[in-house]
């Protein structure tokens, strides 16, 4: 750290002025009890001397009055030079000596509620009123002072600064005004990018020239996606809306596979259907309305790829479901909350992790992912289309239960890793082909796969999340029993695939809109 | 905007305070002209005088010396009353006239420059003498009293305050002071975002409990990884550090596909190699020597994949390979850097996007995604592994040349997505099998693309990038021609694969190290 030396500095005046007044009485014994004089204003002010502690008003200490309904309190020289002021500059020592300041050794602000706030009101005005002006400034004066200054901008800081001074007699150490300040910049940073992003999106600047996210920790994570890499997950908001009940701690893979399983559950009709994922790509996705049927139909698409997978249920999982989980090796299991005799059953298996997501929303926030120092930001794919997007191209018209499978095979295919094939029939999927640079090759996973693992009677549809190139992929499905196909459309042999439905008696219906996924 | 009203606000008084002093000149005369009155501090002020205009200084308008260095000017009551003082409110105006307070109806700021600081130098000292807490705290103020008073935070946006000043005779309207007030604070929370990752860089906090991202926005997109998905692209830095020098804008796409060849590229061996790519998905790595070879042979592991793919080269190309590359239609071109007849050969395609990476580095810096409100971030798998780490398991010990592409294949497979099987010979690909829940599958895919389009008379090797959880993956590697296989290891039935190996006289390697990819 430069030149900075790892010094103790004794706290003789400390400047205290909060919104949240959690925890005060403790933290102000201890402040008096090591001698140290307090200045105050506003509220806390009052609250101090509520408490019955000795302090001085901050109007009083400069000498001017608080003014514009407290929007201008301690936005003065005496109070910044005294944080500002650097104890070991014999020039600082002489300007404060000339104007007759005092230096002020402890800051300990937190800011109006801004964040709470937003989630409590949509009246802009009581919003902008909760900018806080002064209490950033002087937490950044001290933040940047903090040889010499401690800061603290939480009442959960409290303890530790109690233990400080406790330990050391009334000063604080270099090591714990650093972490102070650093955590200090972290808090302003914050503070400024949810007022950032409140006004970019009331004004609906998606892309503003500087961006900012911010984002709360919500756990250290064992590891990333393998164990040499370092990793952790926030969220933007306090908690991430998913309840874990049982099971081991979650990690890196777990969570990527999680809001997979979860942009997909979201995606079906409410309190209805079952995707089974592995490696972040389902395997399995069924809509059919009994609960044990619909896993059962959603499992049969791959058993083998589902063997430590993770299953999401959009419903309450009853026990016959449960008994039936029991039978494989599931890495996670997620559900609109769990009948008390399906917990018991599941919660035998020590390992399995348990996780109710019947708060769980998907917000409509942009997306980013970055590597090295590029960031890509979208808007997720999640618009909702229906038979009125669609076009039907082919002579042959799709029957209801055709077409209610080619709307549900479209909309799973737009989750699965591009280039993706996906074969449903009654409800479910059937055959999914993903992750290939060829299409033609999606298409024959999908069908090796229903070839392998059913033996159906009813009505096969296929979707495809982009144009076929050629003829030759919906050749292949027809060939292998596909009788209704919807593509986006877009390729310059569109005449030559319609010619050809047309040939074979095969539903073509273009959807006009792609589903790529990376 | 709530009770907001869009009225018009004559600017009177305005303070200028800019570390940046780029074309002060002609909006001093626009100010002057409209009958503003100036005040300013420090070396704004000393600028302002020598430019020929008349102006207060701070510390004679508020009657209090500059103190500290500089450390406090305009920390004044007067100041912030002047601009945070609500011209409609009553008690607010009567707060001024009884301090003698007078109304700031413009600031023009621009903060210390903490950013280039950390580009120019280490010195820890130095830099945080950048941090600027006059000029935030001023900012802020106006920003959010921008119903009243106009901020200014970039000499960029001058001349949008002299073409509103010009156009409203001398006064700014709301929908002005509005839009400067969201790019101050966006200002304001970039810049503590910067500082705040600065203290926790030195500090090795990766994790902080408060995080805020920073980013530039590069460009906007037409769309996102779909049409109907809205985007742009955003940097930590100032550029992406690549250089687009021929063809068609970027597409989401593109940049997506990019970023993929050049983490694969900037792992190979210096100046070596040629990576191609396609829905961010290597389909064909090499690192042969001979520049036209290298492209060839990375083309030969799938040449129906790489249609409409991207290629890049990890070394300057030349003519000769130009003219190779005109023979396929690909989207990108990536190189570190081109001979002049090479450009002049690619340039032929109008659409050809040409890309120099040779001034691109991979930092290394965390990766995050997020999905609705979750963020999950990550240090980058980039970790070197060599033979040291390794473990030969097998009675039978790998050649050189073997040794040679089993390093080079596993290292491919870290950037191929989950679950990964590469097979390499004579340092290139030969068959890439991805994105297969099943790894069986994935051996099948890459075993599949090598019978297809090579005819190999060297010896194969194959790398996984996780175990295989039975011996039937390695099984029908083995029988497909692979001589030696590197996989991680830590299966139940490691064991039964090692005596498999021994059985078939095959080399086993374990990495000891995962590299899922998702």
New interface residues.
Partial sequence: ????KNIMKKIKKALISVSDKKNLKGLLRILIKHKVSLISSGGTYKEIIRLKFKCLEVSEYTG??E???G??KT???K???GI???RN?R??LK?LRN?NFEEIDLVIVNFYPFEKTLEQTN???KI?EN?D?GG??MV??AA?NYNDVAVITSSEQYSELINEMEKHNGSTSFKFR??M???A??????Y??V??NY??K??K??????????????E??RY??????????????QS??INQIHGKQLS??N??DI??A??ISKSLPKNLGTVIV????P?GVSIIKDKLKSYQSALAC?P??AFG?IVSCNFKINRKLALELNNLFLEVVIANGFDSEALKVLKRRKNLRLIDAKNF???N?????????????????R?KFTIKNFKIVSKKKPNKSQLKNLIFAFNVCRYV???AIVLASQEATVGIG?????RL?SCQ?AIDKMNKFQNLKDEIVAASDAFFPFVDGIEKLVQSGVSAVIQPSGSIRDKEIIKFANQTNTVLVFSK??????
């Avoid at 750290?1 to 900075?4: A, I, R, T």
């Avoid at 996210?213 to 919500?218: D, E, K, R």
């Fill in positions: 750290m430069g030149n900075y001017s009055p003014i514009l309904g929007r201008v936005l003065h020289p109070i910044h030079a500002l002021s650097k500059n020039s600082h300007d104007n009246n802009h005005l902008i900018i002006v950033p400034t950044r004066a940047k650093e972490k300040s650093l955590e910049f972290s808090e302003t940073a914050y400024d990018s007022i950032s006004f970019n009331i004004n600047s998606a892309f503003p020239r500087k961006k900012t996210i911010y984002a709360n920790l919500i250290k994570l990333g996606e393998n164990p040499h890499q370092k990793a952790a997950i926030y969220s933007k908001t991430l809306n890196y893979n969570y990527n809001f997979s979860l942009s592995k490696h972040a790509n395997c791959d083998i790829s997978g929303k998907m917000e926030l942009l997306r980013f992912n970055s590597v090295s120092t590029s960031v890509l930001t979208q808007s997720e794919d618009e890793k591009s280039n993903s992750g290939q640079p060829s090759d996973i809109t792609r589903h790529f996924r990376h």
